[in-house]
């Protein structure tokens, strides 16, 4: 379930990286702001589904969801604090919980959800219902070198991920494969992580992937509503 564990966990882990901690120079309303205007940009150069397999408009579109997941959108977020019940829907006021987490940031970036009803139904549920077109993606089977080598493989490009208890952003940005996501163990809050040392992900016997910018019919819907 989205609800995420509420036991801390000490699991140890290598010793690798985090993400660098960098400045937000933007409000988060401008943010917002932005991937509007962004999204009515892109639209307005692909009007039709069709012209989305032109003229590179797809590696265009997903570096835009890329770089403003895990910089713009992440950096406002970073660190707020995790709450099994936390449902704040503003950075740094409040808690959030790690489904309340992913449907804010897609809300954010400007896609019409209800991010109550999914933030707390089953994540297969909820991918489901974001992605109807798309065959959800069973990762459960493979050993956690082998889950990371695979991620490695993948595109460029955002993802969603439902563990047993937690659910996240796997981020691809062409060089590493990072966990974005509101962390429950010690309470660390929102969190990007490289995938390889992620205690929450390698504890989860469940791992289910979906495509965000990779499902051409998803981002077209995206891109041409009101």
């Known amino acids: 379930m989205f609800g995420c564990r509420q036991a801390d966990d000490n699991s140890s882990l290598p010793t690798l990286h985090n993400s660098p901690t960098h400045t937000v120079t933007k409000s988060y309303e401008e943010i917002k702001h932005g991937i ?6 892109y639209f307005a150069r692909y009007p039709s589904f069709e012209a989305l397999a032109k003229n590179g408009a797809l ?4 570096d835009f969801w890329v770089g403003t997941i895990s910089d713009d959108l992440y950096e406002s977020w970073q660190n707020t604090p995790w709450d099994f019940n936390g449902t704040t829907r503003v950075p740094q006021r409040g808690a959030i919980a790690c489904g309340y987490f992913v449907t804010t940031i897609l809300k ?8 109550q009803k999914l933030a707390v139904c089953p994540s297969s549920e909820m991918m489901k219902s974001l992605f109807p077109l798309q065959k959800i993606k069973n990762l459960s089977y493979l050993d956690y070198a082998e889950f990371n080598d695979n991620l490695k493989r993948l595109s460029k490009g955002v993802y969603i991920i439902g563990l ?3 659910t996240g952003f796997i981020v691809n940005d062409g060089k590493e494969n990072w966990f974005i996501h509101s962390n429950y163990i010690m309470r ?5 992580e490289a995938v390889l040392i992620s205690a929450a992900l390698r504890s989860s016997k469940t791992r289910w992937l979906i495509s965000l910018t990779g499902d051409k019919d ?3 819907r995206w891109l041409k509503q009101k």
């Open 108 to 115: 954010d970036m400007s896609l019409p959800i209800q991010v």
């Open 36 to 41: 509007v205007l962004k999204r009515k940009d």
């Open 188 to 192: 660390k809050g929102v969190t990007k």
């Open 59 to 62: 590696d265009s579109i997903t």
């Open 164 to 166: 047993d208890f937690h």
């Open 218 to 220: 998803f981002l077209y």
